[in-house]
């Protein structure tokens, strides 16, 4: 991987005193991702006004509307009493005509309440006025991973620097019993230190209701983002289980290194960018399409992300290898069967056996060639020579 930049390339910042993470400093990333923001924007949404919700809400300030998606309206806030921002979030009214939300709703607010991570916008208060229903959560002074992403200022440090911090949230969350099913971009924040926070835990579920499809509302409308989502919440939404958000974190993680969504045959990250082939693996291991193939637990992503980049940065402090060393080196990570579940020749996604097999099947025809003689074994040797070579340069 590439040697880390002292210094800002937008504003000259020493990014060794920075808080952020590498390439272009906290601030100038916030700055770009806001610009984005700003110029994507549409047309405010619909939803109670804020002489409405000064009515309903006394003891707040309100300030400016942040947004409103699926989950509901977020606006900026200030709590009187204790003199700190805050984020207002107010939920859909579609999900209080189920008889059952009342106590749902006082159900998950508790389990959220209690989730208290750096890494997970945390909820204050909760409850219901006016017929609306109400999260009270920590405001986030930055933006949203989606705003970052579009600006294209995100490299392959600060992308793995994101994912390590959002495996260290959603791995807590997963050991309190709360899985998210929504993780997304644009359901995690990055402040303006560059520090990442997953926001609208388990709302994908509160707002689904219980015994329902989770992939659908009662109007039919999609809950969770479809590019986002494992295949086992669409096939069986009712068994899903926390790999679920590995595996959409896999889509982010994806993202985030290429700009684009790993749709359909999609390419290794590594075809995409300049970055360390050893990542390919992680990645595709992340977006398995059956569960019990993916990393089990968020933490082990963590743990594969930084023993890639711990080697990247060791092979970077020695010398650089030579013809052999480098030519050995790829013939044991091809070769290599356990190195991942499934690997690439060419175009052609294959079990992680079949380059080992198919080289030693070669190997032998290597060795019938030369033990006889002959053109024909002669064409079959210079073949078997052309295909291990082939072999070697096209796996991955």
Excluded at 31 to 45: I, L, V, Y
């Amino acid at each position: 991987m590439d040697e880390p930049a002292k210094t800002c390339p937008r504003c000259g910042a020493d990014l060794e005193t920075s808080q952020g993470p590498g390439g272009t400093c906290a601030r100038c990333l916030m700055e770009q991702a806001r610009a984005t923001q700003a110029a994507g924007a549409g047309a405010a949404p619909a939803g109670p006004s804020a002489a409405e919700l000064r009515a309903l809400f006394p003891e707040l300030v309100i300030e400016e509307l942040l947004g409103r998606g699926g989950m509901g309206t977020v606006w900026r806030v200030r709590q009187t009493a204790l003199d700190r921002p805050a984020a207002l979030k107010l939920l859909p009214g579609s999900a209080a005509t189920d008889p059952s939300w009342p106590e749902r709703f006082a159900r998950e607010a508790r389990a959220l309440a209690r989730l208290s991570h750096p890494g997970i916008v945390g909820v204050h208060d909760s409850g219901e006025r006016g017929g609306l229903y109400w999260l009270l959560m920590e405001y986030v002074d930055g933006t949203s991973l989606r705003s970052v992403i579009a600006a294209r200022e995100c490299g392959p440090r600060q992308a793995l620097s994101f994912v390590t911090q959002i495996c260290d949230a959603l791995q807590y969350a997963h050991e309190e019993g709360v899985v998210h099913r929504d993780i997304k971009p644009e359901n995690i924040l990055v402040d303006r230190k560059g520090r990442a926070k997953i926001a609208d835990f388990g709302l994908a579920k509160l707002l689904a209701g219980e015994g329902r499809d989770m992939t659908l509302t009662g109007t039919q409308q999609t809950m969770g983002t479809p590019h986002y989502m494992a295949p086992e919440q669409w096939e069986k939404p009712h068994s899903v289980d926390h790999r679920a958000d590995i595996y959409s974190l896999g889509v982010v993680f994806y993202e985030l290194l290429t700009g684009e969504l790993p749709l359909g045959r999609f390419a290794p990250p590594s075809r995409k960018i300049e970055v360390d082939v050893r990542l390919d693996e992680v990645v595709l291991k992340t977006l398995s399409k059956e569960p019990e193939l993916r990393y089990q637990q968020a933490s082990h992503i963590k743990t594969a992300v930084e023993g890639v980049s711990r080697r990247a940065e060791k092979e970077a402090s020695e010398p650089p290898p030579g013809w052999f060393a480098r030519r050995w080196r790829k013939l044991k990570r091809v070769l290599d069967p356990t190195t991942s579940e499934r690997k690439r020749i060419g175009d052609i996604e294959v079990p992680a056996r079949v380059p080992l097999g198919v080289f030693l099947f070669l190997i032998s025809c290597v060795i019938a060639a030369v033990t006889s003689s002959g053109l024909a074994l002669f064409v079959l040797l210079a073949c078997s020579l052309y295909g291990m070579w082939w072999i070697l340069k096209h796996t991955t």
